[in-house]
């Protein structure tokens, strides 16, 4: 037919497009990989240089805030100077926090090191994942949300059990898995030097470091509910950073490394799993019953703590983290509902400008109160938190069809 494109060029294209889907992904996970590598060595520093629950904390705002900035001021730049070259500079950022790790002794230079790294998540939150998003296969229709929703938490798992690996067995305890991120981190921004563009640049992008939160019209009805999920699941996955170390020497009687990374990553990995599991519900009644099944885990952690088992308490972390991944990808997939490709990056922005709130401040109160009260009752808070926006979103969760038609 006269004017279509030829099947080489249509089969070169979808070639590209999947090239470009694989190197966002590689990317965005890799970055989170090495943005959680130093958890496993938290309980290290706390022996050898002297840190405080209280310092780890302040550690985990360290990184939430600048990714905060960086989501405000650079959501948008991708729009104008392209996926690929803000893909780069957030790779290039994390990397430099990680070689600020490799002589560490000093509670200035984690956090020095964490600001860069806030940074360059910040960077990847909103533009790498709409590069994901822009360059999904259309099929299965549910990939673009997982894929987007999923794959920090896959990366921030793949990270944490890595790192734990190689500090509990590997040489150079304090040094090797920062070296190996740098490494993956190198090898990501070569993918994504090799991939296509999949946006045309428009001029502006100075004008689009100017501070600037906005959604669609169509997408504010839906964004309360959301909102209560991504406050609860991100401050839980903040607790677990946080708190988790002192929790698991103290209270669950284990000092390994490797044991530490594998209850961290026992309550991310497992929402990959649970995020297509999410996908056969609509969005409403994918956020509620996997809030309601986030409740169940963490009733089960706060249990466990209480009785000082550690099978208990990871087994509650599976469970709490599958919710997770059900909850959010539900979330996600309603927000995205008829979203244009330069509605994304916008949109990406506002969604992690909410979960990484979600994640500082609640551990910065909570590293303020570890003073005054003991670990198990800081997680008795954050259970508290879990079931107040459980309690909202059965209640308030609405599916974006019908939140358009009110609009």
Not at 123 to 139: E, G, K, Q
Not at 271 to 290: E, H, N
Request: glycine residues 8%; hydrophobic residues 55%.
């Amino acid at each position: 037919m006269k004017g279509s494109p030829p099947a080489t060029n249509l089969a070169r294209r979808d070639s590209r497009l999947r090239l470009a889907f694989v190197s966002a992904v590689v990317s965005l996970a890799t970055a989170f990989a090495a943005s959680s590598a130093p958890i496993p060595l938290f309980n290290i520093y706390r022996a050898e240089d002297g840190f405080s629950n209280a310092d780890i904390s302040l550690a985990v705002v360290a990184f939430d805030v600048p990714t905060l900035a960086a989501l405000l001021v650079m959501g948008r730049l991708s729009n104008h100077v392209g996926r690929r070259a803000t893909a780069i500079a957030s790779l290039a950022l994390i990397a430099l926090g990680c070689l600020l790790l490799l002589n560490l002794h000093d509670i200035g230079t984690l956090l020095a090191s964490r600001v860069l790294m806030g940074l360059g998540a910040g960077l990847a939150s909103s533009n790498v994942t709409a590069y994901v998003v822009d360059a999904a296969p259309a099929r299965p229709v549910w990939l673009a949300s997982v894929a987007s929703s999923q794959t920090v938490t896959l990366g921030l798992a793949v990270g944490a059990i890595t790192s734990g690996a190689l500090v509990q067995y590997g040489p150079w305890p304090r040094h090797l898995t920062y070296l190996v991120a740098v490494g993956s981190l190198s090898v990501s921004a070569a993918l994504v030097a090799l991939s296509p563009e999949t946006i045309v640049r428009t001029p502006g992008a100075w004008r689009s470091l100017r501070p600037s939160v906005s959604v669609p019209a169509r997408v504010t009805g839906l964004l309360p509910v959301a909102a209560a999920v991504f406050l609860s699941t991100w401050a839980t996955g903040a607790f677990y950073q946080a708190f988790v170390p002192g929790l698991v020497e103290d209270q669950l009687h284990s000092s390994s490394s490797l044991v530490l990374g594998l209850v961290f990553a026992a309550f991310m990995a497992p929402s990959v799993l649970g995020a297509p599991v999410g996908g056969r519900f609509t969005p409403a009644t994918g956020q509620r019953v996997g809030m309601a099944v986030f409740l169940a885990g963490w009733i089960g952690i706060t249990t466990a703590i209480t009785i000082g088992s550690l099978p208990v308490f990871i087994a509650a972390t599976v469970v709490a983290g599958a919710a997770q991944g059900i909850a959010v990808s539900a979330a996600i997939r309603g927000v995205l509902h008829g979203s244009t490709v330069a509605d994304r990056a916008p949109i990406f922005s506002v969604i992690y400008l909410i979960c990484y709130s979600a994640a500082a401040f609640p551990s910065l109160l909570a590293g303020r109160l570890s003073s005054t009260f003991s670990l198990p009752q800081i997680a008795l808070g954050y259970a508290g938190l879990a079931l107040v926006t459980t309690l909202f979103t059965v209640v308030a969760a609405r599916d974006p069809r019908a939140s358009a038609g009110r609009d």
